[in-house]
């Protein structure tokens, strides 16, 4: 990324080409490390004070095409992809900040990345979070408000382990980059393809919610292992 400019749509939180196809680290709820539960074959016990910090297994499963991620990605404060600019603006009202083809709103915790005047993808924030479409190097002054809304099952603050219990299982772990919201870029970043959407957590918790997964990446088949 530039020093000082917007993120384009090959450089949006999610690399555009690049994902982790290996597993994340493994974590109690997916059974790492329990040799009593392998050796008597029971279940192993869920702890309760602990929220995981990685999801259920995933699997070696490529997202579909990106026109089956669009048709499959939910619609955001009523807004579909695809929708004009003039009737996002009819919705939701005015855009409070409109720059290099975004438009926001602080107040809701929502923006929605434009191209050639049509929606083509919608970020949702929580609370003191930057702006997704600027660079770490210049993300702005202002920051949201927390969104508040449901897509498909995810919310703004959710923990994990309520995560997992209304989506079906991530399809891979994307790379997180540097911008505005994560300037560490260390976010997790994990894809539902059956959604439609892509989710980042931070401290096990639902930070970003992105509609729909980053359009400009590559999918390819995943290899045998």
């Keep these: 990324m ?9 450089a949006l939180v999610l690399l555009s080409a690049g994902c982790d196809k290996s597993h994340p680290q493994r974590s109690s709820v997916e059974g790492g490390g329990s040799s ?6 029971g279940e192993a016990p869920r702890s309760s004070a602990a929220v995981p910090s990685s999801p259920t297994p995933i699997p070696r499963v490529f997202a579909r095409s990106p026109s ?6 939910p619609k955001v404060q009523g807004i579909a992809l695809g929708e004009l600019k003039e009737v996002l603006e009819h919705k939701l009202g005015r ?7 975004a438009c926001i709103y602080w107040s809701r915790g929502l923006e ?14 929580q609370a003191g979070d930057k702006s997704s479409l600027r660079s770490a190097t210049a993300p702005g002054e202002r920051t ?3 969104f508040n809304g449901d897509l498909d099952g995810a919310r703004i603050g959710q923990n994990l382990r309520v995560l997992e219990s209304k989506l079906s299982g991530p399809t891979q772990r994307l790379r997180a980059v540097p911008n505005g919201a994560d300037p560490a870029g260390d976010a997790i970043v994990y894809e ?12 096990s918790t639902v930070a970003r919610i992105h509609v729909p997964i980053a359009p400009a990446r590559s999918l390819k088949p ?3 292992p």
């Design 112 to 125: 929605f990345e434009l191209a050639s005047g049509k929606v083509q993808r919608a970020i949702v924030h």
């Design 192 to 203: 539902y393809s059956e959604s439609g959407l892509a989710v980042e957590l931070e401290d």
């Design 222 to 224: 995943a290899k045998k």
């Design 68 to 73: 089956e991620l669009k048709n499959r990605a």
């Design 95 to 101: 855009c409070e900040t409109l720059e290099a083809g």
């Design 144 to 146: 949201f408000q927390a």
């Design 36 to 41: 009593s539960t392998a050796s008597s074959g």
């Design 2 to 10: 530039r020093a000082g400019a917007v993120v384009g749509c090959s």
